[in-house]
């Protein structure tokens, strides 16, 4: 029997653990983009959930993927219609192809600015690559500490 590969995830926020379907926003609220978890973040500082390469990663600093080196892919999305700021509130810390270790800074996002200017702060945690994922698992609600396990993905073989 082939055992399954098993990623571990951790979260790039520290705040407290929604459902997706509780982000007011349809593309994620329905999972068109992914299925995964939402984070009410408490402070702005973004980590990387795992270790691999930023190949997603939008000029405006509110939304980036990574791709680990097993294939599977990750955004994470701070806030809802966060594109609508144009990069205001938010600092960058990588770039896209640069490779990051889990934990490793991303993103500074000003809560305050963005909090006062965008429709919700909850923050969208997605994997996107579903075909490549047999099952993933995590908790629901609760709170939660950035770099702190947080899901766990099984590939398929």
Avoid: C
Wanted: hydrophobic share 45%.
């Amino acid at each position: 029997m082939i055992r399954k590969q098993e990623i571990k995830i951790v979260s790039p926020l520290t705040g407290k653990l929604f459902p997706l379907e509780e982000v007011p926003d349809q593309v994620f609220s329905q999972k068109m983009v992914g299925e995964g978890i939402a984070v009410f973040p408490e402070n702005g500082l973004v980590l990387a959930p795992l270790a691999g390469e930023v190949v997603a990663l939008f000029p405006t600093g509110h939304a980036l993927g990574i791709r680990s080196p097993q294939g599977l892919e990750v955004l994470i999305h701070v806030g809802v219609e966060t594109v609508a700021l144009q990069g205001k509130g938010f600092t960058l810390y990588v770039k896209k192809g640069q490779h990051v270790k889990a934990g490793e800074k991303l993103i500074f996002a000003d809560l305050d600015y963005i909090g006062a200017h965008a429709p919700s702060l909850l923050s969208p945690v997605i994997l996107t690559n579903m075909e490549k994922i047999e099952s993933w698992k995590a908790p629901v609600r609760g709170d939660i500490t950035a770099g702190n396990p947080l899901m766990t993905v099984f590939l398929k073989s």
